[in-house]
């Protein structure tokens, strides 16, 4: 897997969520296609609504990875 999340595929994205504690929700990453570039660009709807996962769940990923991998790339 590429260090910088940009170059993720789907593969990665999924695989980085199932090793974060999250492989229930991993899978619907895979359903919606969502790789390195659409996860950098995903807004907090996006995750809460778009991805049909239980609201508790997608919130830990927002708030604690995804608003995180956006920090850290768009910083650089």
Not at 62 to 75: G, N, T
């Amino acid at each position: 897997k590429a260090v910088d999340p940009v170059e993720w595929s789907v593969r990665d994205v999924v695989e980085y969520f199932t090793e974060a504690g999250f492989p229930e929700q991993a899978g619907a990453f895979q359903e919606q296609e969502i790789a390195g570039k659409s996860l950098l660009l995903m807004q907090r709807a996006d995750v809460l609504t778009g991805l049909s996962i239980r609201l508790g769940p997608a919130l830990k990923i927002y708030e604690y990875h995804v608003k995180l991998l956006q920090r850290s790339h768009f910083q650089d």
